[in-house]
């Protein structure tokens, strides 16, 4: 099984800005469709942002205008530039990856997930 790997998560306060990145170990970002969900504590996984084959993003509404999901071709990393965070954005961070080549927003449209990177914001 070929690894997904997230990072960047950490600890900051309302206002702030974290990037995450997400590596597909061993394959490159150019062929596939990449999402983000999150889990808070206590709640069930959200969706985030997607990003399809051919570069389409869509994002969920609460992190509209806040969130930028991207490809960097040159790191091979799919990244979420998170920025004017609140504390209701505190979750553990996953990125996923489904068979097909649209930015799927449903979580059972993915297969191979990543295990996680943790993101704190204080009020």
């Known amino acids: 099984q070929v690894p997904l790997i997230e990072s960047g998560g950490g600890v900051v306060q309302a206002g702030g800005s974290l990037r995450l990145s997400c590596v597909y170990s061993?394959?490159?970002?150019?062929?596939?469709?990449c999402g983000w969900f999150r889990q808070a504590p206590g709640k069930e996984r959200e969706f985030v942002a997607t990003i399809s084959w051919r570069g389409i993003t869509n994002d969920a509404e609460s992190v509209k205008g806040r969130f930028t999901i991207s490809k960097d071709m040159a790191k091979n990393t799919v990244d979420l530039q998170m920025d004017n965070l609140t504390p209701e954005d505190t979750a553990v961070y996953y990125c996923?990856?489904?068979?097909?080549?649209?930015?799927?927003?449903?979580?059972?449209?993915?297969?191979?997930w990543g295990q996680g990177t943790r993101v704190t914001v204080s009020a």
């Open positions: 061993g394959r490159s970002w150019m062929n596939y469709a």
């Open positions: 996923a990856v489904p068979r097909g080549t649209y930015a799927y927003i449903e979580a059972s449209d993915y297969d191979s």
